[in-house]
C-alpha cells in the first residue's frame, strides 16, 4: 500500500500539528520548564488548532469520548491504588493535561485508521 500519494499534504495536515505539538509537550514536561498549567493550556490550545486544522465527522465526540475515558482510567485507577505517581498532579492525583491527551489521542488513532483504510473525510 502505497501512503505517499495526492494525499499526502492532507496526511501532513492531520498529523503534522499534532507530531510537532507532541514533540514540543514531551520536551517541555521532562525538562520541567512550564508548570502544570501551561501544559494544560499548550495541550488545549493544541486540540483547538488541531480541529480547525481537519476535523472529520464525529471528530468532536470521539474528543469526548476519549476524554471521559481518560478520567475514569486515570483518576479511577489512581482512587484503586494504581502505583503511578505523578510529582505534580491537581486532579485527584492526575495532571490536568493527561485526560486531554486521552481525548486527542482517540482521535488521532481514529485518523490514522482512516489514511491506511482510505477513508474520505467529509470535506473532500
Known sequence: MNLINANSWENIRDFGVPATAAFLFL???STGTMSELSLTAFIVAVTCVMFF???????????IIGLTTG???EIGM????YQQVWTSASLFGVPYWLPI???VGFV???RLGMVVRGAKTKKD
Do not use: D, S
Open 101 to 103: 491527551v486521552w481525548g
Open 53 to 63: 486544522v481537519r476535523e472529520h465527522p464525529y471528530e468532536p465526540f470521539l474528543f
Open 27 to 29: 520536551a517541555f514536561e
Open 108 to 110: 488521532l488513532i481514529t
Open 71 to 73: 478520567c475514569t482510567i
Open 78 to 81: 489512581r482512587v484503586l491504588g
